[in-house]
């Protein structure tokens, strides 16, 4: 953005530099002549030279900025070999194998990673489901629909949501939603959609399916908020030619809107899906916690960061806890891909190419 | 006729999207109020938690060990944050390496808090072998720097660059223009920046788990493990006792109220602060 904005300052200052030497030039050089013996002459320049104008003082500036925004590679690969370092018990052990195998039992130590990685893709693709329709909905009507009165307090509202910790979210689905899900929805999912053996076992209240709804509900105003800021992107003149050939407003955000930032809404979409494989404390609130595969939704469940987080600081032996820290190498690997790839996406609509026309 | 029907029902469609999305929220709010603020008292905010099946206690411990965490890691994580985000507006304008510090801070922001946890555990907690406020305040810092260096980044490229060259042609080195012409002028923005990320670390819980762990006692101590808000909820909210419950309601609403008082805050700062005639 500002590189582009750079272009016409450069033009519009060019006459300005060909007055500027005139002036310049004599002060630059009584400077260099009065540079020791009158020092009163220029005070300003006296001033600027003790606070240390110096390609010293510069350089250093530009390194410690620099070393700074290493920092952040720094850390990446710090937790990267961090990772690895302390897993490499169960790395050694259990190799690839680790991720098909069923067995979690620390007290033979035998351990697989299989029932996690189910539950947390199961989860998280759930809550994909159910949150980006609605997501899409609310940007749809927030940058289309809205009356312009309603658009800022209704964008707030669902910008607080993303505001609320993870375990505010967590106590409320302990204690609304999982009694809502035991004696509401729970038995109404069984009576209509029973038959599709989704749905079958007892139902305690807590499981796959509840923890996929408050994930819904948690990673909603990212998908949204992105989403918005996208369709945003596009220029309305292709709003506009749409109309222009007669199109309904619905068929305007169709092909103007939609397909125009479509590129984009999957980035946000991936971008959430990175939030959902990693959310812990809700999910491990909610899910039950008991590594098993299986196919009925009601059924408690584990995911990847939820194992971390119950079975961390408990974690006895080495192997155990080498383990776990595998466990959490997977989950590090894994977002940082779903992350990058969604970032790629995200940049490649609202950076280089706001007005591609398809 | 059938067109005008669908513009119709997808209309109809985004607004009850709209509805159901608003309607977690208000009934997450209306929760927490009403179950949180019967259990908030003076006692809460002064005692530490009371031992099982007595009544009474408070949180006064994790309000202050959270307080306490908080301050270590915006300590660390926003004076690095802010430095980072200086190198990529002013330094590293097109720069490749500027581009690969931006992409890997937003992938950075992606990482799920529980594996720092897990890296700042291994890393401090094993070599000192004991959990502490310390190691805590690490785990927060990282969380902190990415969001920060962003928005530090997207606030100074909003200034102008003439008021840059107009520091530069008086002779001011280049390190004084950052940081009293182009940090000045976007602090408005940057201090947002600083507070949201303040405002997210503040409800983590995860990665405290195994770094600061929580304490039932007072602690001041660096070294030590120390109590956090956000812990302690969720410490009483899965427990069995009612009268804890109570707590992790009152707990939440506090923290709730916390966060909901800066990111306001921050959108009437931030809307007042913005940019007067910048280009």
């Given at each position: 953005?500002?590189?582009?904005?750079?272009?016409?300052?450069?033009?519009?200052?060019?006459?300005?530099?060909?007055?500027?030497?005139?002036?310049?030039?004599?002060?630059?050089?009584?400077?260099?002549?009065?540079?020791?013996?009158?020092?009163?002459?220029?005070?300003i320049?006296?001033?600027?030279?003790?606070?240390?104008?110096?390609?010293?003082a510069?350089?250093?500036?530009?390194?410690?900025m620099?070393?700074?925004?290493?920092?952040?590679?720094?850390?990446v690969?710090?937790?990267?070999?961090?990772l690895?370092?302390?897993?490499?018990?169960?790395?050694?052990?259990?190799?690839?194998?680790?991720?098909?195998?069923?067995?979690?039992?620390?007290?033979?130590?035998?351990?697989?990673?299989?029932?996690?990685?189910?539950?947390?893709?199961?989860?998280?693709l759930?809550?994909?489901?159910?949150?980006?329709?609605?997501?899409?909905?609310?940007?749809?009507?927030?940058?289309?629909?809205?009356?312009?009165?309603?658009?800022?307090p209704?964008?707030?509202?669902?910008?607080?949501?993303?505001?609320?910790?993870?375990v505010?979210?967590?106590?409320?689905?302990?204690?609304?939603l999982?009694?809502?899900?035991?004696?509401?929805?729970?038995?109404?999912?069984?009576?209509?959609?029973?038959?599709?053996?989704?749905?079958?076992?007892?139902?305690f209240?807590?499981?796959?399916?509840?923890?996929?709804?408050?994930?819904?509900?948690?990673?909603?105003?990212?998908i949204?908020?992105?989403t918005?800021?996208?369709?945003?992107?596009?220029?309305?003149?292709?709003?506009?030619?749409?109309?222009?050939?007669?199109?309904?407003?619905?068929?305007?955000?169709?092909?103007?809107?939609?397909?125009?930032?479509?590129?984009?809404?999957?980035?946000?979409?991936?971008?959430?899906?990175g939030?959902?494989?990693?959310?812990?404390?809700?999910?491990?609130m909610?899910?039950?916690n008991?590594?098993?595969?299986?196919?009925?939704?009601?059924?408690?469940?584990?995911?990847?960061?939820?194992?971390?987080?119950?079975?961390?600081?408990?974690?006895?032996?080495?192997?155990?806890?080498?383990a776990?820290?595998e466990?959490?190498?997977?989950?590090?690997l894994?977002?940082?891909?779903v992350?990058?790839?969604?970032?790629?996406?995200?940049?490649?609509?609202?950076?280089?190419?706001p007005?591609?026309?398809? | 006729?059938?067109?005008?029907?669908?513009?119709?029902?997808?209309?109809g469609?985004?607004i009850?999207?709209?509805?159901?999305?608003?309607l977690?929220?208000?009934a997450?709010?209306?929760?927490?109020?009403?179950?949180?603020?019967?259990?908030?008292?003076?006692?809460?905010?002064?005692?530490?938690?009371?031992?099982?099946?007595?009544?009474?206690?408070?949180?006064?411990?994790?309000?202050?060990?959270?307080?306490?965490?908080?301050f270590?890691?915006?300590?660390?994580?926003?004076?690095?944050?802010?430095?980072?985000?200086?190198?990529?507006?002013?330094?590293?304008?097109?720069?490749?390496?500027?581009?690969?510090?931006?992409?890997?801070?937003?992938?950075?922001?992606g990482?799920?808090?529980?594996?720092?946890?897990?890296?700042?555990?291994?890393?401090?907690?094993?070599?000192?072998?004991?959990?502490?406020?310390?190691?805590?305040?690490?785990?927060?810092?990282?969380?902190?720097?990415?969001?920060?260096?962003?928005?530090?980044?997207?606030?100074?490229?909003?200034?102008?660059?003439?008021?840059?060259?107009?520091?530069?042609?008086?002779g001011?080195?280049?390190?004084?223009?950052?940081?009293?012409?182009?940090?000045?002028?976007?602090?408005?923005?940057?201090?947002?920046?600083?507070?949201?990320?303040?405002?997210?670390?503040?409800?983590?819980?995860?990665?405290?788990?195994?770094t600061?762990?929580?304490?039932?006692?007072?602690?001041?101590?660096?070294?030590?493990?120390?109590?956090?808000?956000?812990?302690?909820?969720?410490?009483?909210?899965?427990?069995?006792?009612?009268e804890?419950?109570?707590?992790?309601?009152?707990?939440?609403?506090?923290?709730?109220?916390?966060?909901?008082?800066?990111?306001?805050?921050?959108?009437i700062?931030?809307?007042?602060?913005?940019?007067?005639?910048?280009?």
């Amino acid at each position: 953005m500002s590189s582009t904005r750079m272009t016409p300052e450069r033009e519009s200052r060019s006459p300005l530099p060909v007055p500027s030497p005139l002036p310049n030039a004599p002060a630059a050089s009584s400077t260099d002549a009065a540079s020791g013996a009158d020092a009163s002459l220029s005070p300003i320049r006296d001033f600027l030279s003790k606070r240390g104008s110096g390609r010293l003082a510069d350089n250093s500036f530009a390194a410690v900025m620099l070393l700074c925004a290493c920092s952040i590679f720094a850390i990446v690969i710090f937790i990267f070999g961090i990772l690895v370092v302390h897993s490499r018990l169960s790395l050694m052990q259990f190799g690839w194998k680790f991720f098909t195998r069923q067995a979690w039992d620390p007290v033979s130590g035998d351990f697989g990673a299989l029932p996690f990685i189910y539950g947390t893709i199961a989860t998280s693709l759930l809550a994909l489901c159910m949150a980006v329709p609605l997501a899409l909905g609310v940007a749809v009507f927030l940058t289309e629909l809205c009356p312009r009165p309603l658009r800022a307090p209704i964008s707030f509202l669902t910008e607080l949501l993303a505001a609320i910790p993870s375990v505010v979210y967590g106590l409320w689905a302990v204690f609304v939603l999982v009694p809502l899900m035991r004696d509401v929805i729970g038995p109404f999912l069984y009576k209509t959609l029973g038959w599709t053996g989704f749905f079958e076992g007892p139902n305690f209240g807590v499981g796959l399916l509840t923890a996929s709804m408050i994930l819904a509900i948690m990673i909603l105003p990212i998908i949204s908020s992105l989403t918005r800021d996208i369709m945003n992107a596009v220029p309305n003149s292709q709003r506009e030619a749409v109309l222009a050939l007669g199109a309904t407003r619905w068929e305007m955000i169709r092909i103007g809107v939609l397909r125009n930032s479509r590129i984009g809404i999957v980035g946000a979409v991936m971008l959430g899906l990175g939030r959902a494989l990693g959310e812990t404390m809700a999910v491990t609130m909610v899910i039950g916690n008991h590594p098993d595969i299986s196919k009925s939704l009601f059924a408690p469940g584990y995911t990847l960061a939820s194992v971390i987080a119950n079975e961390f600081s408990e974690a006895t032996g080495d192997l155990y806890l080498s383990a776990l820290i595998e466990i959490g190498l997977a989950l590090f690997l894994v977002t940082i891909v779903v992350n990058a790839i969604a970032r790629l996406m995200v940049w490649a609509v609202t950076r280089n190419a706001p007005a591609r026309v398809n | 006729m059938m067109r005008t029907a669908i513009n119709y029902l997808v209309s109809g469609l985004c607004i009850l999207a709209t509805v159901l999305v608003i309607l977690p929220l208000i009934a997450i709010l209306f929760y927490l109020i009403y179950k949180g603020a019967s259990s908030l008292n003076f006692a809460f905010f002064t005692r530490i938690p009371a031992p099982v099946g007595e009544s009474g206690g408070g949180m006064a411990n994790s309000i202050v060990g959270s307080g306490i965490i908080l301050f270590l890691a915006s300590l660390m994580g926003i004076p690095i944050g802010i430095a980072a985000g200086v190198y990529l507006a002013e330094f590293g304008r097109g720069k490749a390496l500027a581009t690969a510090v931006r992409f890997t801070a937003d992938v950075l922001n992606g990482v799920p808090s529980i594996v720092m946890g897990i890296a700042i555990y291994s890393l401090i907690v094993m070599q000192q072998k004991h959990f502490s406020a310390l190691a805590g305040g690490v785990a927060l810092a990282i969380m902190m720097v990415p969001t920060i260096t962003r928005t530090t980044e997207e606030m100074l490229a909003t200034v102008p660059h003439a008021i840059r060259e107009a520091a530069l042609g008086l002779g001011v080195p280049k390190w004084r223009t950052a940081i009293s012409v182009s940090l000045r002028t976007a602090s408005p923005g940057i201090i947002t920046g600083c507070m949201l990320a303040f405002a997210r670390v503040a409800g983590e819980t995860a990665p405290l788990l195994f770094t600061a762990f929580g304490n039932q006692f007072w602690s001041f101590k660096l070294s030590e493990p120390i109590a956090a808000l956000p812990l302690q909820i969720y410490v009483y909210a899965i427990s069995p006792y009612d009268e804890w419950h109570r707590l992790a309601w009152a707990g939440s609403l506090v923290l709730i109220v916390l966060i909901m008082v800066s990111v306001t805050l921050v959108r009437i700062f931030a809307n007042r602060g913005a940019l007067k005639g910048g280009s």
